[in-house]
């Protein structure tokens, strides 16, 4: 810096600085928006598999069986395999966001007759 003020130079490297600065503050914004978007279909994915487990687990015993059910983005999957007097159910909830998503339950439901 001279006395008559800043030169070109000096004003060229701040705006280029400056300019990299926002660059990287425009990154940071941009993935916390996808990773929000993440997380709110990975709730939204959890809150169908309770869902649908207590209502298979709340069915009577001879009703509970194998299903898949679309609910755009998401499909619940489910199936109950078992022995006399029990029944495994694996709950399964795909969906697409940020590549192939997958959340899964388990449970026994068993015959209490």
């Not at 280029?16 to 997380?39: C, D, T």
């Not at 069915?59 to 999957?77: I, K, N, Q």
Request: charged share 20%; aromatic share 8%.
């Amino acid at each position: 810096m001279n006395r008559d003020g800043f030169s070109l130079l000096d004003i060229i490297i701040g705006l280029f600085l400056f300019s990299v600065g926002m660059l990287a503050v425009m990154k940071m914004q941009w993935l916390a928006i996808e990773l929000n978007g993440a997380a709110r279909l990975r709730s939204q994915a959890a809150f169908l598999a309770e869902q649908r487990m207590e209502e298979l687990l709340r069915l009577d015993y001879p009703l509970v069986g194998s299903g898949t059910e679309s609910l755009p983005p998401h499909t619940v999957t489910w199936s109950a395999l078992g022995g006399t007097g029990h029944k495994v159910i694996d709950l399964t909830v795909t969906w697409t966001g940020r590549g192939d998503q997958e959340l899964s339950l388990s449970s026994i439901r068993g015959d209490l007759q």
